[in-house]
């Protein structure tokens, strides 16, 4: 059974940091390019980081780099995203998606807050 669960959201001030974590179950975890979406409340979901399954490249929103890093541990299956420097639009779901050819595989999403 695949799953994806998140973990590390929560209620944050402005300037401050989460990790968020997603560890993975049921499928080979180092095949999947791996993926970090958000959905603010109001808004549609959208892509916000993603790394190989290489773990050699990284990618990241506009909105988001330079204060986001996303990093996976092959031996925990499981892929992070260090989130720095947080404000009030980066309140939103955070989801954790797996990827391979055609395959897409998510998580439940975990609830970041940025409010004073």
């Known amino acids: 059974q695949v799953q994806l669960v998140e973990s590390g959201g929560g209620l944050v001030q402005p300037g401050g940091s989460l990790r968020l974590s997603c560890v993975a179950s049921?499928?080979?975890?180092?095949?999947?390019?791996m993926n970090w979406y958000r959905q603010a409340p109001g808004k549609e979901r959208e892509w916000v980081a993603g790394?190989?399954?290489?773990?050699?490249?990284?990618t990241y929103a506009d909105s988001v780099k330079g204060r986001f890093t996303i990093s996976t541990d092959n031996v925990k299956n499981t892929v992070y995203l260090q989130m720095n420097s947080l404000n009030a639009e980066d309140t939103a779901v955070y989801y954790c998606?797996?990827?391979?050819?055609?395959?897409?595989?998510w998580g439940q999403g975990t609830r970041v807050t940025v409010s004073s």
């Open positions: 049921g499928f080979t975890f180092s095949m999947y390019a």
């Open positions: 998606n797996a990827w391979y050819h055609h395959t897409n595989y």
């Open positions: 790394i190989t399954s290489s773990g050699t490249t990284t």
